[in-house]
């Protein structure tokens, strides 16, 4: 089970870093009703920082199945599998769109300060990538940065958390 | 034999990358020794092998690591990623010890519970948010080669946000004259200006701090002027009135219930303080739980009415009622 599910993960990382170069616009195939684009995938990865922050991946896929991967500094190392609705992944779907995430830019504070505010100290660098219907996108963000759609950003990021309820895995 | 700041600093400087000079290197569970790691990583000090802390991959804040130079070529064998690595406690305690301090904790709680027992330090504030602490440290009576230490408060903050004591580092002034101050520590490997993460004094939000100054070396306040101060004093200022009970060695408390006789014990104390007086004869006091810095400056010859400043905005005046029977 546990190799199965590491396997998973390389394959859901390898996918994420294709998404991240690439932009497809193919139409998607046709649907049942209550049913999410195959390729449907979220992916959260939350860094490190002096802070001793938690170092984790989530991963939510289309039939919601979830795997939590804990790094460091969580109270479940590993790899851990769950699932939510069908309902809670549309609605992040919804949310990215809302956001407009998919017009944003690949990186925010990651090196350069361009589109913060300002730099606050020590926070760490997730790395979001969402992917439906053809159409996927992964943004790095580094925390630290201050900025309007940094906030937007990071609020995205919890809500992904949330919906996971990751918390339980990381306290 | 009065507390080397200079001896501590220089172990700092020299020590601010490298584990310690006991051949240990804390982790949060377990300690790893030196000498043991280089025979399982074949790291020979003969071959060029060097343990030292270096900046992370990635988002990582810092790695411990074996390294060598051969030519242009880093070489590097891994000792320890970030997680785990908690190696401040036991700096420190190394830094304070060559300064003549003998300490040997490695977690923090206990070591700043080590330093409040001794009696040869003061703790200027306890677990005070920064504006507080910066207050306290812009007296000047915070010196370098003494303690910072770092609470958390924030529930996203270290350790899963568990309430408590998470880091310590060592004060080493201010920068420049305007500056706000630096500190060194381990974990993450910080002496301003050479480490990788060059940053003020609190590192971080999310922390209160409590700063312990080590007080051997403090000017002697006048004799007689410390005698002066020995008694009940009255405080008013905004409309408010306070009343002060003050030691000539050094120590204050304050209560809102006035006191009927020289020989009435303090009720309901509000708060407790260290003074330091300087040659003019102006006196600082930093009050413990809530980083408050107060000035009195005398305005008469017997030493009875002062002018208070408190947080440089708010003015008072102080009269003494009763002397130490």
């Not at chain 2, 700092?12 to 030196?34: K, T």
């Not at chain 2, 005070?128 to 207050?135: E, F, H, N, S, Y």
Request: glycine share 8%; proline share 3%; net charge neutral.
């Amino acid at each position: 089970m546990l190799v199965a599910l590491k396997s998973l993960l390389g394959i859901a990382a390898c996918t994420s870093l294709l998404i991240g170069s690439a932009v497809q616009t193919s139409s998607a195939p046709a649907l049942k009703t209550n049913e999410l684009p195959a390729d449907t995938l979220i992916v959260l990865q939350r860094g490190a920082c002096e802070h001793r922050c938690a170092v984790y991946k989530v991963i939510i896929f289309a039939d919601g199945s979830v795997i939590f991967e804990g790094r460091s500094y969580v109270r479940r190392s590993g790899l851990v599998r769950s699932n939510i609705s069908l309902e809670v992944v549309r609605q992040l779907l919804d949310e990215a769109a809302a956001m407009r995430f998919f017009d944003l830019k690949e990186r925010f504070g990651d090196g350069s300060a361009t589109g913060c505010d300002s730099i606050r100290s020590d926070a760490p660098t997730a790395i979001v990538s969402v992917g439906s219907a053809g159409t996927s996108k992964t943004v790095v963000h580094d925390l630290r940065c201050v900025g309007a759609e940094s906030e937007r950003l990071r609020q995205f990021e919890e809500k992904i958390d949330k919906a996971v309820n990751a918390a339980r895995w990381i306290k | 034999m009065a507390y080397d700041r200079d001896a501590a600093v220089k172990y700092a400087e020299a020590h601010w990358n490298v584990p310690c000079d006991d051949g240990v290197l804390w982790l949060s569970n377990e300690a790893l020794r030196i000498d043991t790691l280089r025979k399982q990583l074949h790291a020979p000090a003969a071959d060029g092998w060097q343990p030292m802390f270096v900046k992370g991959d990635g988002s990582d804040p810092e790695k411990a690591v074996f390294r060598r130079t051969v030519g242009s070529h880093v070489e590097e064998k891994l000792i320890n990623g970030w997680a785990g690595l908690a190696d401040c406690a036991h700096f420190l305690s190394r830094c304070l010890s060559a300064g003549g301090a003998k300490i040997n904790e490695r977690g923090v709680t206990e070591l700043v519970n080590t330093l409040q027992a001794r009696t040869d330090t003061k703790t200027l504030c306890d677990r005070v948010a920064r504006d507080g602490a910066q207050r306290v440290i812009d007296t000047g009576v915070l010196k370098k080669g003494d303690m910072v230490g770092y609470f958390n408060v924030s529930p996203t903050g270290d350790y899963g946000g568990r309430i408590a004591y998470a880091h310590s580092t060592m004060y080493v002034g201010k920068l420049d004259t305007a500056g706000i101050g630096g500190v060194t520590c381990h974990t993450v490997a910080r002496f301003p200006p050479k480490s990788w993460v060059n940053d003020s004094w609190w590192l971080h939000d999310g922390y209160v701090y409590t700063l312990i100054h080590f007080a051997d070396d403090d000017p002697k306040p006048n004799p007689a002027r410390a005698n002066a101060l020995d008694g009940w004093w009255k405080l008013t200022y905004s409309a408010r009135t306070e009343y002060y009970y003050i030691f000539k060695d050094g120590r204050a408390r304050y209560s809102k219930i006035a006191p009927k006789s020289a020989k009435d014990a303090m009720h309901a104390m509000e708060g407790t303080a260290y003074w330091f007086m300087d040659g003019s004869g102006k006196i600082t006091f930093t009050w413990k739980a809530s980083g408050t810095v107060e000035v009195w400056t005398p305005d008469t010859k017997d030493l009875t009415t002062y002018s208070s400043m408190i947080n440089t905005s708010t003015p008072g005046v102080v009269t003494k009622l009763f002397s130490s029977p």
